[in-house]
């Protein structure tokens, strides 16, 4: 299917991109207007975009349904100032029920049951059962259009950081699987990061990998290997020697076909033991 979004209808092309770009995370902003009146609400067009200076950015869209700007745009554009909740499992259906459309002025912290703490250096407070939460003050705001589900996009620029200290590994790192942090899914879902949710991609940054271009054509051709496992080999940084490979034909017995030596290589894969794999696979080629 191709689509042009111009010609689309908008209501299903919202569902298509939401569920194409996912896990977003969610940027639970607390706001106040004028008045000093807080507000509440999750947004998922949310992500960080810098470090010097420190640069979050999330967006209020406007309403498709009726081309109203939310409560959140408002107040920030009265009081420039937000503080955004990061949500983790343990409160995710208060987010949730916070995000219902009350009318102006209604306490969001009281529907959720949430609980508001000062903030240091801005007016709006901070969600207190949140495992971090950022002070910012909004720099500029970009109304990207002036129809229905349109963004706003609130640059915002982190002035005070709290974080649960419960959350840190060892290194004082965030922990993964200790915040447990979720993201939004298209539809009605979401997702976590702790459990079998998670896996690691290793980056190739400390190393320079051979490249999947590098890799033998028996192996780059195979059905029996998608691409990630050959991501995986590709990542190594050299192919294996004739040493390695004559130490291998003497460890293992040779593999009785070729789809018993590509399912136990792709077994060496799934454990972490790239270069054995390729190894192995180079020391059976039955091709040879």
Known sequence: ???????????????????????????????????????????????????NPTTLIFSPSRRGRDNTTKHTFQNIIEVPEV????????MVQQMSLASTEYPKGVNEFLKSGLTPLASLKVRPFRVKES?????????????????????????????????VEGILD?????????????G?????????TSGQAKFLVPKPLSRLGIGIDSLPDFIKHSPFL????????????????????????????????????FLQARKLIENGQYLEALAYLMAFDSAK
């Open 131 to 163: 495992p971090v939460q950022f002070e910012c003050k909004v720099r500029q705001v970009i109304e990207t259009g002036d129809g229905p589900g349109a963004g706003n996009l609130v640059i915002c620029e982190i002035v005070k950081m709290h974080i």
């Open 226 to 261: 998608t691409g990630n496992h050959l991501g995986l080999l590709g990542n190594v940084e050299k192919l294996p020697d004739p040493n390695e490979l004559e130490l291998v034909q003497m460890r293992n017995e040779k593999p009785g076909n070729k789809e018993k030596m």
């Open 83 to 90: 503080v955004i909740n990061m949500v983790n499992y343990d």
């Open 1 to 51: 299917m191709t689509i042009d979004p111009q010609l689309f209808n908008q209501q299903k092309l919202h569902r298509l991109i939401l569920g194409s770009i996912a896990p977003r995370p969610i940027a639970f902003a607390s706001t106040v207007d004028k008045e000093g009146n807080p507000n509440l609400s999750p947004f998922s067009f949310f992500n960080a975009f810098g470090v």
């Open 170 to 182: 060892d290194h004082g790192e965030v922990d993964v699987d200790k915040i447990d942090l979720v």
């Open 184 to 192: 939004r899914l298209g539809g009605d879902y979401y997702v976590r």
